[in-house]
């Protein structure tokens, strides 16, 4: 761990975190969803000024989305993943707008793709898709196979190689 | 098809050895124009030459893959274009979807949407074979077979019913000044 | 007078890639911009989750065209850092020197891409003709000219042979000898001056507070590059600087991206004196056949100093044979998207298009 890394470490025990060493320059810190925010904020003023990229996972097994700010230390070279997760049947959490003004367009984009609400940013317009009418993409439980399907019909070859070559393999008779 | 007439015939040989190409990157087969356009390969020896608006331009390039966003607006820029106008499809993905098959903004073909005269095969393609697909478009106008833009408005009901079917709506709303 | 719509792009000869900005002007002065990506928009990351992990390696390139090996090195770095796999030496010596040339082809066609919205087609013409020969090895490298997919989890696919560090050589030679040529007739060129000096002034704080990374911020004087605060690879064994400016300007970012091209060459020298003679470049990421390769539970960020600034890759792993969640930091983000809205209005029309040149924003990064 660098030393800015153990210092944000030492600065957020309070906040009572799970802490997992990844590399000697990358940790996760995983908190509850009320502290996130002051986290964030500890973070951003002890050195923890870049942030990389807000992103989202969806553990559908769990019923939760992990929400990820990974943050980077320009002086020392340390990376921090800050997460939480909230609830994925009503998924909402708090802007970070203010910390970061770029974080708006993060939001955007995970708004659209996994359907989180973000209090206090208005602006949740769709960024990259256009006239969507199916649940957010990015969900475990939406299958972009079968909505390709349905709307682009397909080329149709009048060979058919995976046949053939099944055929060509034994597992069937042709 | 039907014979064409002498004056066709020579119209066709004419157009084939001036066509201008419409600079649209629809997507990532634009990264072989530049080499293809400049120095080492020049294009331009075969008289093709890119054109910044489509209502001069005769070639529309297909350059990959194309979400549904951007062929909404491919298609506003293929009816722009006067006619005779001819398009290029370029590598797999507008082909048969390529490696996109199962994405859920792509296309899986193109020529469902707008009639496609030549296809590239391959992802990327090569400038040699950018400039061999110019040469068979050439000769295919030659010869007056390169028919895409009639056949776009004999069926035109047709592909308006699968632009219809995939985009749900060909209009381009103005997002910002609404 | 009032103000006037105006849309520049998808459909534009001055747009870099497929991509979109609406504004209102006012005379010649832009008063409200708003950037519209999502053309090139593909699903990747979703794409992503459902194929397997070796089989990740055909998509990954697209994700970034002008220089795709940086998508294939933070994917292969993810992976090694969650699976804790040791990289044969001569493989990490392999990657930096794809790297370095691919940093080289990127900066050597942005130089040409900035020659044409200003109308200064040498620059277009020279940058492109110079990036060919950094693809022609590529293509005796990898058997590609655009999409290498060379560099995978685990190291890289094939060796580097002598044939080929041969031809490194050469043209490295080659390039720095234009070098001088590209000094006199393009960055003390008139036009290029007069278009590029003193616009779009993008100061210290502004570029920290929307997080810009790369070339946007070395341009007001800080020395941040991630190849140096958080080296990967074997960046800190080699020897180069990181050249910066004080102006801030559009100018001084096309003329870092220059300075560059030096210490990539130099990098590259480095490398291929250093790299030790070796036939193992690669090692599996886990036991069996390719396809059904598994990765242990875990994530991990990795990203690299690209071209275009900070680029990563964050990859989740549940233990099986695919990927759980990748998702990708585009290094034109931030000035992509916030930089348009933030700090296009006040500038000028013909700007609109210096910003995208510039300012490197790859729209296929940006979408995804």
Redesign the interface.
């Known amino acids: 761990m660098t030393n800015s890394m153990s210092k944000a470490v030492e600065v957020l025990k309070s906040f009572n975190p799970f802490v997992e060493e990844?590399?000697d320059?990358?940790i996760?810190i995983s908190l509850s969803n009320d502290k996130v925010i002051s986290a964030l904020d500890v973070l951003k003023s002890i050195g923890f000024?870049?942030?990389?990229?807000i992103?989202c996972?969806?553990w559908i097994d769990d019923n939760q989305f992990e929400l990820?700010y990974?943050l980077?230390n320009?002086?020392?070279?340390g990376?921090i993943?800050v997460s939480t997760r909230i609830d994925r049947s009503n998924p909402k959490f708090i802007t970070v707008k203010e910390l970061?003004?770029?974080a708006?367009?993060?939001e955007r984009e995970i708004h659209e793709?996994f359907g989180i609400e973000f209090e206090g940013n208005d602006d949740m317009?769709p960024?990259?898709?256009?006239?969507w009418?199916?649940k957010p993409?990015?969900r475990?439980d939406?299958d972009?196979?079968k909505?390709?399907k349905e709307?682009?019909?397909?080329?149709k070859y009048e060979k058919d190689v995976i046949k053939e070559a099944k055929i060509f393999r034994g597992e069937i008779n042709g | 098809m039907k014979e064409r007439t002498m004056w066709e015939q020579i119209a066709d040989s004419l157009r084939s050895r001036s066509l201008w190409m419409l600079h649209y990157c629809t997507g990532c087969g634009a990264m072989e124009l530049p080499p293809t356009m400049t120095a080492r390969f020049d294009m331009e020896r075969f008289g093709v030459a890119p054109m910044a608006t489509p209502r001069q331009a005769d070639i529309m390039l297909i350059t990959g893959y194309l979400n549904t966003k951007t062929l909404r607006r491919v298609i506003y820029t293929y009816e722009q274009m006067a006619d005779p106008k001819y398009v290029i499809g370029f590598g797999s993905c507008t082909i048969n979807g390529g490696i996109y098959f199962d994405s859920y903004s792509t296309i899986n073909r193109l020529d469902y949407y707008i009639p496609v005269d030549v296809y590239i095969a391959g992802c990327m393609p090569r400038p040699e074979a950018i400039l061999e697909a110019f040469n068979y478009l050439m000769e295919k106008i030659r010869k007056g077979e390169a028919d895409g833009w009639k056949r776009y408005k004999e069926n035109y009901e047709w592909y308006k019913q699968n632009q219809i079917r995939s985009l749900g709506e060909v209009y381009v709303h103005d997002e910002f000044h609404e | 007078m009032g103000e006037v719509k105006l849309f520049f792009g998808p459909n534009h000869p001055g747009m870099h890639g497929n991509f979109s900005v609406h504004m209102y002007v006012e005379g010649d002065v832009v008063k409200r911009a708003r950037p519209l990506p999502g053309f090139l928009h593909r699903g990747f990351e979703k794409l992503m989750e459902r194929r397997y992990w070796l089989s990740n390696l055909a998509l990954i390139p697209r994700i970034c065209v002008p220089e795709p090996d940086i998508n294939e090195a933070c994917y292969a770095m993810g992976i090694e850092k969650i699976a804790k796999l040791d990289v044969p030496e001569r493989a990490q010596w392999i990657r930096m020197i794809v790297l370095e040339l691919a940093r080289m082809a990127n900066h050597l066609s942005a130089i040409g891409g900035v020659g044409g919205p200003i109308g200064l087609y040498t620059a277009s013409h020279w940058g492109t003709a110079d990036r060919d020969r950094i693809l022609d090895i590529f293509e005796a490298l990898t058997g590609a000219r655009v999409y290498h997919m060379y560099i995978i989890p685990g190291g890289v696919r094939k060796n580097m042979t002598p044939q080929i560090e041969e031809m490194i050589w050469k043209v490295m030679d080659y390039i720095e000898s234009r070098l001088d040529d590209y000094e006199n007739l393009i960055f003390k060129n008139r036009i290029l001056h007069s278009r590029l000096k003193g616009r779009l002034i993008l100061t210290r704080e502004q570029a920290l507070e929307m997080g810009v990374t790369g070339v946007g911020i070395r341009a007001t004087g800080v020395e941040y590059d991630i190849r140096k605060v958080d080296p990967y690879l074997f960046y800190d064994k080699v020897e180069f600087e990181v050249p910066t400016a004080t102006d801030a300007d559009a100018f001084s970012r096309v003329y870092l991206k220059f300075k560059e091209l030096s210490q990539s060459i130099r990098i590259i020298r480095q490398a291929l004196e250093k790299m030790p003679q070796s036939d193992k470049v690669n090692v599996p990421i886990s036991k069996g056949s390719a396809l059904r390769h598994v990765v242990p539970k875990g994530m991990a960020y990795a990203h690299i100093e690209s071209a275009r600034g900070e680029f990563g890759f964050f990859v989740v792993s549940d233990g099986k044979n695919k990927p759980y969640r990748v998702a990708v930091r585009g290094a034109s983000y931030p000035q992509g998207l916030y930089g348009i809205e933030k700090y296009l209005p006040g500038t000028r029309i013909e700007d609109v298009a210096l910003w995208l040149a510039t300012m490197d924003v790859c729209a296929p990064e940006i979408d995804r």
């Open positions: 990844i590399d320059r990358e996760k000024s870049h942030l990389s990229l992103t996972v969806d990820v990974i980077f320009w002086e020392d070279g990376k993943l970061w003004p770029v708006r367009f993060y793709f317009r960024l990259f898709l256009e006239l009418d199916e993409p990015m475990k939406f972009p196979s909505y390709s709307k682009f019909p397909d080329r």
